[in-house]
Nanobody, 126 residues
Framework: QVQLVESGGGLVQAGGSLRLSCAAS????????MGWFRQAPGKGREFVAA????????YYTDSLKGRFTISRDYAKNTIYLQMNSLKPEDTAVYYC???????????????????WGQGTQVSVSS
């Protein structure tokens, strides 16, 4: 089993910043691909960013590139999502995801991940 615990969400004004964290643990945890997805009210879950543990590689949805940055801390088994210049349309529940199979040729695809955190709410006011 793998446990993922997100933190760092909250309410922020438009133009502000937040940093989300996702701490991974569990006997089955290995340094595999991890990602962030989000789900806005009334919408489906969408890809935000992904990162490879085993090598250099980060992936973003095009509309967020430049404002969001994904990173990792090996020592803490934690990934981060730095979100800058936040907009009201960024309001969503943000989920951390883990791929227990290792690495994927399609890290933007939701079905590649089989462990999910509980989600953290990000609300951006105008």
């Amino acid at each position: 089993q793998v446990q993922l615990v997100e933190s760092g969400g909250g309410l922020v004004q438009a133009g502000g910043s937040l940093r989300l964290s996702c701490a991974a643990s569990g006997r089955a945890f290995s340094r595999n691909d991890m990602g962030w997805f989000r789900q806005a009210p009334g919408k489906g879950r969408e890809f935000v960013a992904a990162i490879r543990w085993s090598g250099i590689g980060t992936y973003y949805t095009d509309s967020l590139k430049g404002r969001f940055t994904i990173s990792r801390d090996y020592a803490k088994n934690t990934i981060y999502l730095q979100m800058n210049s936040l907009k009201p349309e960024d309001t969503a529940v943000y989920y951390c995801a883990y791929n227990s199979q290792g690495t994927s040729g399609t890290p933007r695809v939701e079905s590649e991940y089989d462990y999910w955190g509980q989600g953290t709410q990000v609300s951006v006011s105008s």
